[in-house]
Nanobody, 124 residues
Framework: QVQVVESGGGLVQPGGSLRLSCVAS????????VGWYRQISGNQRELVAT???????NYADSVKGRFTISTDKGKSTVYLQMNNLKPEDTAVYYC??????????????????WGQGTQVTVSS
C-alpha cells in the first residue's frame, strides 16, 4: 500500500540548516498537495508549510523567510529546506500528503497520508 516516509532530521546548532524529505511510495498515485507540520513538546501539532500540485506555497509566520518547501515530482518527494534554525524550531516534523490513488479498472480515490515523523533538535 501507499506510504509516506520523512527523513533528514537530526541535531543542528542554532543558525544551521537541515533539509527534510517526504517520499511517497508503494502504489500508483499523483500528489495533490503536501503539508509539513511540526509538534513541539507539550504543544499541539501546527502547520509549517504547504505546497500544491500547481506549485502554490504557504508558510507559517514563524518560519517565513527561513524555510522553503519544494517538490520533485519525478521522485515523488517533497522537501523542506530549513535555514537559520532556532532552538524554538525543535520539534518532531511530520509530512501530510494528499494523494490521488489509482487502482485496477480505472478506479481512483483521494486519500491523505501521514508520515511517521522525524526529530529536529536545534541546540548548542
Amino acid at each position: 500500500q501507499v506510504q509516506v516516509v520523512e527523513s533528514g532530521g537530526g541535531l543542528v546548532q542554532p543558525g544551521g540548516s537541515l533539509r527534510l524529505s517526504c517520499v511517497a511510495s508503494g502504489g500508483i498515485f499523483s500528489i495533490k498537495a503536501v503539508g509539513w507540520y511540526r509538534q513541539i513538546s507539550g504543544n499541539q501539532r501546527e502547520l509549517v508549510a504547504t505546497v500544491t500540485s500547481g506549485g502554490t506555497t504557504n508558510y507559517a509566520d514563524s518560519v517565513k523567510g527561513r524555510f522553503t518547501i519544494s517538490t520533485d515530482k519525478g521522485k515523488s518527494t517533497v522537501y523542506l529546506q530549513m535555514n537559520n534554525l532556532k532552538p524554538e524550531d525543535t520539534a518532531v516534523y511530520y509530512c501530510n500528503s494528499e494523494l490521488n490513488i489509482y487502482y485496477t479498472g480505472g478506479i481512483s480515490t483521494t486519500r491523505t497520508y501521514w508520515g511517521q515523523g522525524t526529530q529536529v533538535t536545534v541546540s548548542s
